[in-house]
């Protein structure tokens, strides 16, 4: 299986998300986009039966934040992944510009796609996607500097708009993200929770190369 980190961000670093309404917007989208069917027409009101779906990836986690998000994916149909993010970004923007009464790109340019190859980014990557929240309250996380690690650990809890909270066993988007590839690596939720808690306090592994800026 092949892991692709996936980014993109607003024009101009622009927010692309102004309250909760757009974030459940954005992560309804991740849901309803990651089919084969999907149109950029397929709204709120969309109905779908168990078993129906045809997916294009599978997304193992994601990180949504004011002005960019972040995507751990692997493809299931040929193609899937640059499909998905047409449906995804296209949708979206669609559904943005119209509530917004805009014109004009939303997205700066292309997404961006980065196959995770080497074996710590491997490890680390679904740390580094969720810990992106932190840079909200607590930016010093990358360089190793958190020194209330309890104050960062609620932060991440607190922050709804990412795979974060199912991963550590709480529900809170379990249908958009596949998580077991993932957790036969990462292991018990115990085990997440403390690998956490290790890289925001070691510098050398919070400012690794992971980002795809």
């Not at 997304?59 to 004011?66: E, N, S």
């Not at 193609?79 to 998905?84: E, K, N």
Request: hydrophobic share 35%.
């Amino acid at each position: 299986m092949e892991l692709y980190h996936v980014l993109n961000r607003g024009v101009d670093k622009r927010t692309i998300v102004q309250n909760e309404e757009d974030r459940v917007r954005f992560i309804h989208d991740l849901f309803v986009m990651n089919d084969k069917n999907a149109t950029l027409h397929s709204g709120l009101a969309g109905r779908y039966i168990e078993g129906s779906r045809n997916l294009l990836v599978r997304i193992h986690a994601f990180c949504l934040m004011p002005n960019h998000y972040h995507l751990l994916l692997s493809s299931v149909a040929k193609d899937g992944i640059p499909q998905f993010m047409k449906k995804l970004n296209m949708g979206y923007s669609k559904y943005f510009n119209e509530k917004y009464e805009r014109s004009g790109a939303l997205w700066q340019g292309k997404y961006k796609k980065k196959l995770i190859e080497k074996d710590a980014h491997f490890l680390y990557i679904p740390y580094y996607i969720h810990l992106n929240a932190l840079d909200l309250s607590m930016p010093q996380w990358r360089e190793g500097k958190v020194k209330n690690i309890s104050k960062a650990l609620n932060r991440l809890r607190e922050y709804r708009w990412s795979s974060h909270l199912d991963y550590l066993g709480e529900p809170n988007f379990p249908s958009i993200t596949e998580r077991e590839f993932l957790a036969s690596i990462i292991g018990t939720r115990t085990r997440y929770k403390k690998e956490i808690e290790s890289i925001i306090s070691r510098s050398e592994i919070a400012s690794g190369s992971f980002a795809l800026e």
